[in-house]
């Protein structure tokens, strides 16, 4: 019985550990804007369930030139992408998701120098 | 008792509606001339030509980014075409025909193949017209020069140059684009296709009411169901080379209202893949050279020099029991190829004489590794005890390949002395041969004028179709000999399909 108490307790730790990790403590891309004072319908316009297009990223953001040039320094650069002219922002950059790096799909892993 | 029940069940339908509201987005309804499913070189190619003639067009793309295969692939095939004539090239229209129909054992259509033959070099034109620089060569050392290869566009490479150059005119002509806006549905109402339903990626549904529909998504080749449903091919054995979500959207909504089908099939090519591999990279690339192969017993099944028609290649290790085959070689030709380049270039992303300069860097590693699909020894018995076959057949065989290597003739396949290289310096080394498809092939049956056809040969009103969702083009086997036939289908067929969708509206 012990050893079962004992099981279950272990398994609890456990899969608090594994949520506790799991859980990205990052704040999203949409708080963060949010903090900053920015509207939801500064970027998804006067619906808030439209997508957010790539000219609301870039209004404030500037160009994909000027965004390459910040990460000039990854070994593949996502700002500058051999592929796509303009790939949608938000396959990486979503709002309400955290970040992920959408070249990985093919290319694998690729970290940021900086 | 009977009040209660109906305040309970009026309580849930507001529930309901409220839960909806806020789990559903909402609805939105778009009007066009011309919808364009997919956006893709077909897709793109349509778009600009349905815009050019005074469409107004929307385009939905299922991915996050336009151009799908297209931006990976590298050229469209055409003959007798003016950058061909600048080059006093020999090859007519005509004997390209045949010579793709004598490929397609006439299990394809003839008309509209011959259509496609006979205005390949006006199509060529049309893209020149449109921004896309091109340059016709040979893609190996079997195949003629009729892949006019899609020059670089400042930092945008290969296809993506082409996707690129139209992309812009579309823009500028006012294509509207939704991107990760699949289309779900043909709306079909009337015995007329008068629109599509889509989602977009925050899950609002898209209605478009349109004259006309092209679909153009590419086909089927990232779906495992419908590789197992439409052909014979093995799901998990024979993989896409990339992933690029095309799951035969285009060709499951024709066949919902009553399009025909035939010839679905896959572009197979050989490669690799396993710890310590990078894809395209050195090892890679090894596997598209003629090589040495073995099967799983051991012994050659084929003239390596196949290996210069990827898609035949890819048909040989296909049907080899287990779906693979070991490619062997030693350390000269690992200097040849670090040295001197490679013979058979991986389209121009690895072009003919690259030099595999990474090569023993990952040799080193994938032995380090342990690597399931690359083996390196010091003697032929131990090679065949690493890679599983068995060592007297492979010693045979290997005993043999020497001695037509030193005889200057393969009696077993006859393969070209100048590909037939003695493997008897330093270590032997074996990468495994896996077959994997670059798109696939076959699907809608279309006439000349890329309207969808049913099973009595009748158009679908308001529905055409392009590129790779079309079925008739292919018999078993993509025509490699008419390198870049899909690329070029692609851009034509997306054409004529807007051309004629406009005739039809006007």
Request: hydrophobic letters at 40%; proline letters at 3%.
């Amino acid at each position: 019985m012990k050893r079962v108490v004992g099981l279950i307790v272990a398994m609890a730790v456990l899969s608090a550990g594994i949520n506790l990790y799991a859980k990205d403590t990052k704040p999203l891309l949409a708080d963060k804007h949010k903090a900053a004072g920015i509207e939801c319908v500064s970027c998804h316009g006067k619906n808030v369930k439209d997508i957010v297009t790539n000219q609301s990223c870039l209004a404030c953001h500037g160009s994909f030139e000027k965004l390459g040039e910040q990460t000039k320094d990854m070994h593949l650069n996502p700002h500058k992408s051999p592929h796509f002219l303009d790939l949608d922002c938000s396959s990486c950059h979503d709002g309400h998701k955290p970040l992920k790096n959408f070249c990985q799909d093919c290319h694998g892993p690729i970290q940021r120098h900086k | 008792m009977r009040t209660y029940s109906k305040i309970v069940r009026l309580a849930l339908i507001v529930v309901t509606i409220a839960v909806s509201g806020s789990a559903y987005a909402a609805e939105r309804k778009f009007s066009t001339d011309i919808i364009v499913i997919g956006g893709g070189s077909t897709g793109m190619s349509a778009a600009v030509a349905a815009a050019e003639g005074g469409a107004k067009v929307i385009v939905l793309e299922k991915n996050a980014f336009l151009g799908g295969s297209s931006n990976f692939a590298e050229g469209p095939f055409a003959v007798e075409s003016e950058l061909q004539r600048a080059k006093s090239y020999h090859l007519t229209k005509d004997e390209a025909y045949k010579h793709i129909m004598e490929f397609g054992h006439y299990k394809t259509d003839g008309p509209l193949l011959r259509q496609f033959v006979n205005d390949s070099g006006e199509n060529m034109a049309w893209l020149q017209a449109h921004g896309v620089q091109l340059d016709p060569i040979h893609i190996s050392v079997t195949e003629p020069m009729v892949w006019h290869v899609i020059q670089n566009r400042g930092h945008i490479i290969h296809g993506s140059a082409l996707v690129t150059a139209l992309q812009l005119k579309a823009k500028e002509l006012g294509v509207s684009f939704m991107l990760r806006t699949p289309a779900k549905k043909l709306i079909y109402s009337g015995n007329k296709v008068t629109g599509v339903e889509a989602v977009d990626h925050k899950g609002n549904k898209v209605i478009v009411s349109a004259k006309s529909v092209i679909i153009a998504t590419g086909g089927f080749g990232n779906s495992k169901e419908k590789i197992k449903e439409w052909t014979k091919f093995d799901p998990e054995a024979f993989k896409p080379t990339l992933p690029l979500n095309k799951t035969g959207d285009g060709i499951q909504m024709a066949k919902d209202v009553g399009a025909d089908t035939e010839g679905e099939n896959l572009m197979l090519h050989l490669g690799t893949e396993g710890t310590g591999i990078i894809p395209l990279g050195g090892i890679w690339t090894m596997t598209w050279q003629p090589n040495l192969w073995v099967n799983k017993y051991g012994e050659r099944f084929v003239d390596e020099a196949v290996a210069f028609s990827f898609a035949q290649a890819g048909n040989a290790v296909a049907r080899q029991r287990g779906y693979f085959a070991w490619s062997i070689f030693d350390d000269s030709a690992v200097d040849f190829a670090v040295e001197k380049g490679v013979d058979n270039g991986v389209g121009v992303i690895v072009p003919v004489t690259a030099k595999l300069k990474t090569l023993r860097e990952e040799i080193k590693n994938a032995v380090a590794a342990n690597s399931e699909s690359f083996k390196a020894a010091d003697s032929i018995e131990e090679l065949a005890r690493q890679i599983g076959v068995p060592a007297e057949a492979l010693a045979k065989s290997y005993a043999n390949y020497n001695q037509y290597a030193e005889n200057h003739y393969d009696k077993q396949f006859a393969k070209e002395h100048r590909w037939l290289k003695p493997i008897n310096k330093g270590k032997l080394y074996a990468v495994k041969l896996l077959p994997y498809h670059f798109v696939s092939i076959g699907g809608i049956r279309v006439n000349g004028n890329m309207a969808v056809i049913d099973k009595n040969d009748k158009p679908i009103n308001g529905l055409y179709a392009g590129g790779c969702d079309i079925g008739g083009l292919y018999g078993d086997t993509y025509t490699l000999w008419a390198s870049g036939h899909a690329y070029g289908w692609a851009v034509y067929s997306g054409r004529m399909a807007a051309v004629n969708a406009l005739k039809a509206i006007k």
